[in-house]
């Protein structure tokens, strides 16, 4: 769906971070109406398995004043009350504040790949990733005309963007109580979740051949191995 242009600022304004004049921490944060209450329901009635990693207050400031949106969106919420969340044992790995278990910010992760200074607008906002290497982005003209203010999947099985359709508020809840074991059909293998409970924030799997090639569409018939995000990043999307 196309927004209008006046949607899209007001978009860009709550969902994406504005990287005009900043705004101090304190102007950031809505104590009269914070996004995590309606987070917090969310997560209370999740059919997949869901945990808040905790924040560091300190840091939780500091990744709020980077990304430069108000705790009253769900996107400021997550970034300013959480280190990050996992769902379904780190299948899905959501971006916040940064923790040990997932010690990416949202803004850092993104610098060096939707933009590259400070004080740029980011071109699309990588928000989430998943252990198969895949990433979710929201899409702010970078990632084509069409669905602009929605979240894309780079789908490591075929190298390409594809639209879900969902905004932010949407994908929290498609996370939480989607029907995960459908949308990743046939890129789960055997014995996932115990090699996926022990991979690190900042890494996912590295298999070969690639899924994108014929020899690689069995996914419990490559090999399989952990290496660095970024790596990955670099490897699949980041050269598109």
């Known amino acids: 769906m196309k927004y209008l242009f006046p949607f899209f600022l007001l978009f860009l304004a709550i969902e994406l971070p504005a ?17 995590w209450v309606l987070v917090t329901k ?18 939780a400031k500091a990744a709020l004043a980077s990304a430069q949106v108000t705790t009253r969106s ?4 997550v970034v300013y009350e959480t280190g990050g969340i996992l769902v379904d044992d780190g299948w899905i790995r959501i971006l916040g504040s940064g923790s ?11 610098k060096g790949k939707s933009y590259l200074q400070e004080g740029q607008q980011p071109s699309f906002l990588l928000i989430a990733d998943d252990a198969l290497g895949g990433f979710y982005a929201l899409n702010a003209g970078g990632l084509g005309q069409e669905g602009i203010g929605k979240v894309f999947y780079f789908s490591p099985d075929n190298l390409q963007w594809e639209a879900s359709g969902l905004g932010y508020s949407e994908f929290l809840q498609f996370c939480f109580s989607g029907n995960l074991e459908a949308y990743y059909e046939g890129l789960r293998w ?7 409970k022990k991979l690190k924030g900042d890494q996912a799997m590295h298999f070969f051949p690639y899924l994108w090639t014929k020899e690689g569409k069995d996914i419990n018939k ?5 290496i660095a995000l970024d790596e990955l990043w670099f490897l699949y999307a980041g050269k598109k």
Do not use: C, F, H, Y
């Open 100 to 110: 040990p278990r997932l010690p990416r910010r949202l803004m850092q992760w993104n």
């Open 74 to 77: 769900p996107m400021g919420a």
């Open 42 to 59: 969310w997560i209370k009635a999740a059919k997949n398995k869901v945990e808040v990693l905790p924040k560091t207050p300190a840091q």
């Open 190 to 196: 055997k014995g996932w979740r115990e090699e996926v």
């Open 222 to 226: 490559v090999s399989r191995k952990p």
């Open 19 to 35: 990287q005009t004049k900043k705004r101090p921490v304190e102007e950031l944060i809505d104590k009269q109406q914070p996004g």
